[in-house]
């Protein structure tokens, strides 16, 4: 078993390897110098180096952070992830597009999400397959996010090769608070959260949200959110419990992405027409997400117990016209994709210390994950929002189930090694209900050996390395399928359930300044196959092989108490891998930038800036059409009036740049277009837009 691992940790990583060579050499001298100064020994607690990073990607985000910041729309605060953003091509009801690694994420697939321990991805999904609608996250009532790239911890499980984000919510509030804001284009938000003392010693939260907002569109997005957590808790860290009951839904109208030839004409059937426009202003959809959960905890000794369980219903009814009149040219293209499901869960872990040799710290983690999904699913021909034909129907019952195990090892005090397995298996049986002959039943399951090798502290400074392999589910219907739903004719081939990753990771962490943490990684990640599902065709297919490499720079610095800054940057080099022509992956973004300046305690003013770039990605397999890059600026400014009342203006675009938040190469046709033509086809970012607010805490 642990042979590939030797193999692949020592496999040449392309282009990365002059940085490879740096960080082995700068292990060995390290190493020598420590030698000859014979520094003394560090004295390791193994319950506290329990939670030290397994990678120098591996970061955490404290609630300060995200609170000073402007959000534009609530999955925004995942930027905070270095290297990651965070688009929309479609109303702000749907789940938002995502890039990271050379991934173009769609709608979540290869990124992990959680809050407060149950998933947010949703497996064979109407729309897209690691489905990850943020939009009920309340950014006020984040504590933390605890976030890691690339699959090499044991416990994170499907959609997590790129990587994955554990956000929690705050189980106390310090006072109670009630935020206004309001803007142009018919934008209010109310949020109303306080936590009280119970009797019994218990903490009892409760969060309430409420938003309107019409976008700057042509046809008013009519976006309408409603929102709510309520959290009962008792005990500390070290021991205690909670239970959440979470509920949310909204309805919009989506403007969604269109030509860039008919922006270019400005004109359809003689009225203007801007890049603020839609060819189908009955494009929308609504959308509900109820949840339980419970989690209990306890650390007695060197043993620490973990178990949650969580319950969940899901609804999803989104209506989508990205072609507007290719294939039906009177009625016009118009989809709908219904999803309606159950979902169950439970995982837990157990974690113990002990010491080996002479005093040595070595931890053992086991445990388990499973999760069943009960799913009503379909794709149908619609027209302004009525349907009209049945492409597929299908109910879907799957369970996903996995254990893991990892141990960690101090070996001297500045080598450790953390060596890791997990076991998952998924069992699918899908039930057509509109074409019997893609029935059926599949049972797939794979082992993902991992291992790291952490080297230091000297000079405040560790090395990591690590290597691992993960995986991602595909669509239930993909694997049993055998002929088109749209084409009974056109034979369909079927898709594993389960598809292999395999990543490598070199890098460095560094305090050697105090006020200054840098973080340099190298890494690579291939992939047995691209995930490719065609949810408005209603087909799952087995993408290409593919490999992906980049390095990642990024830096935090805090002088003092009034000023912090950051800064990261990303290079990706995404190619298929299997040795044909046409190698680069659409959408696989090269370039990534961010850069924030937080000022902080500057009598009763503080301010955030913001700025982000996306680089140039390609458009199309052959790498003729590019993406243009994108910058944008957004700023908060906040005012403290009284110890009770802030004062805080958000401004999101600050230079109203006049670029786009997704891009498309692929053919369409509009109404009285006389032919079907390729083309690029973009979705607008936001222009410059103003929001003010309010905050009463009590």
Known sequence: MWGPLANFLLKPLGHLRVLCVLVVLGTVCC???AQVAQLPAVQVQAQAWGDEPLAASQGHVAAEIVQARAWLRPADVLELVPGMVVTQHSGDGKANQYFLRGFNLDHGT???????????NMPTHAHGQGYSDLNFLI???????????????????????????DIRYRQRLEAGLADVSVGANGYARTVLANSWALPSGRQLLVGLERMNNDGPWTVPEGMRKLNGVLTLSEGSASQGWSASLMSYQANWTATDQVPQRLIDAGMLEGKPFSRFDTLDPSSGGSTMRHSASA??????????????????????????????????????????????????????????????????AMLNTV???????????????????????????????????????????????????????????????????????????????????????IFGPWHNTEFFVNAGYGF?????????????????????????????????????????????????????????????????????????????????????????????????????????????????????????????????????????????????APLNEAGNATRAEAQTVNLRASYRHSAKVMWYGDVFNLGNAKVSDIQYVYTSRFRGEGVATEGLHVHPAEPLTVRLGMRVNF
């Open 31 to 33: 190493a020598a110098q």
């Open 110 to 120: 290869d990124f992990a999400t959680h809050i407060n321990g149950v998933p947010v």
């Open 139 to 165: 950014p006020e009532l984040v504590q933390s996010i605890a976030y890691r790239k690339g699959p090499y911890d044991a416990a994170s499980g499907d959609f997590s090769s790129a990587g994955s984000a």
């Open 295 to 360: 989690e209990w905890h306890h650390t007695h000794a060197n043993t620490r117990d973990q178990i949650s369980v969580y319950a969940m219903r899901y609804d999803l009814r989104l209506f989508s016209n990205f072609t507007y009149a290719l294939d039906r040219p009177q009625q016009g293209d118009q989809f709908a994709q219904i999803d309606g499901r159950n979902v169950l869960g439970a995982q837990g872990s157990r974690t113990w210390s002990s010491a080996w040799g002479q005093g040595k």
């Open 367 to 453: 445990g388990f994950q499973v999760r069943a999904d009960d799913i009503a699913v379909g794709l149908y021909d619609s027209v302004s929002r009525r349907i009209t034909s049945t492409v597929r129907e299908d109910r879907v019952a799957q369970t996903l189930a996995g254990v893991y195990a990892d141990n960690r090892m101090e070996w001297t005090p500045w080598l450790k090694t953390i060596a890791g397995l997990r076991v998952d298996q998924l069992s699918a049986q899908v039930r057509s209900l509109s074409n019997p002959l893609n029935a059926g039943s599949s049972q797939s399951a794979l082992s993902s050996p991992k291992l790291s090798l």
């Open 472 to 616: 991602h589910s595909n669509d239930a219907r993909g694997t049993t399928v055998r002929v088109d739903p749209r084409d009974p004719l056109q034979a369909q081939a079927q898709v594993p359930a389960l598809v292999k990753t395999l990543g490598h990771e070199l890098g460095l962490k560094s305090h050697m300044v105090p006020t200054l943490q840098t973080v340099l990684t190298a890494w690579q990640l291939e992939m047995d196959s691209e995930l490719l599902y065609k949810g408005d065709a209603g087909t799952t297919e087995a993408g290409r092989p593919s490999r992906r490499s980049g390095i990642e720079f990024n830096n935090q610095w805090s002088p003092n108490n009034w000023l912090a800054v950051s800064a990261d940057l990303a290079w990706t080099q995404a190619r298929y891998a299997d040795g044909m022509a046409n190698q680069r992956i659409p959408n696989a973004v090269e370039h990534v930038g961010q850069a924030s300046l937080h000022l902080k305690n500057l009598g009763l003013w503080s301010a955030s800036l913001q700025w982000r770039y996306i680089g140039r």
